[in-house]
């Protein structure tokens, strides 16, 4: 096998030059003659990061962007980082995200009927994952007031006697859309394996139909 090393000073005599060449070339180009081929990376391997300050595997730093967008470029520039496409060698701004979201939802009624929203109508959602709850949101077809109440448990069907949400409910008063990340009381830990359940306390109004939304943040 060949050595995965530099040289040792004052020692590999005769070999220095075999093994800096096999550890250059592990992941440099090498073409075998003097061109400017040569030296650039044909491929790179990352180091497992660490919990400890510096030593993340990829760091990049701040700095201004290129004069003129070149293709297969990637920048950073303050709180963005960018990728240039090839066609035409458009930059492009990189989306990102504080964490991934997850939206467990409930729905009550079929969209055409007031009927067929109802009081006290339950709906069960289970979740594979682990995360907080953020934030919810309402949405109704029509301009309506309603509470809905929250339950969770692990592995099996929540009652009320699992509310997570002993106050500040899921409400909606005379409007069709509703949304507060204030969520005081609540018990907001998510386990995998755990089962929502969602109960419709309370409605006035005619809605066809009212959508219940959590923001599960994961982690």
Known sequence: MAEQRLPIVNSDDGAWGTILNQYLK???YDTG???AANGGHQNVTLRPGM???GTAPLKFTSGPLLSSAEAGAIEFLTDRFYYTQTTSATRKTIAATDDITHTPTAIWGDGIAASSVQVNAKSYVRV???????SWS???SVACSCEI??????AVLPTVANVIAPSAKPTLSTST???SSLLTGWTTSVSPGDIFGFNLNSFSGA???????LNIING
């Open 26 to 28: 592990k992941e440099h």
């Open 33 to 35: 003659a003097n061109n």
């Open 51 to 53: 919990t400890t300050a």
């Open 128 to 134: 594979p994952y682990s995360g907080t709850i953020v």
């Open 138 to 140: 309402i949405v109704a």
């Open 149 to 154: 109440d929250i339950w969770k448990a692990n």
């Open 177 to 179: 859309t509703g949304f």
């Open 207 to 213: 809605p066809t139909a009212i959508t219940l939304v």
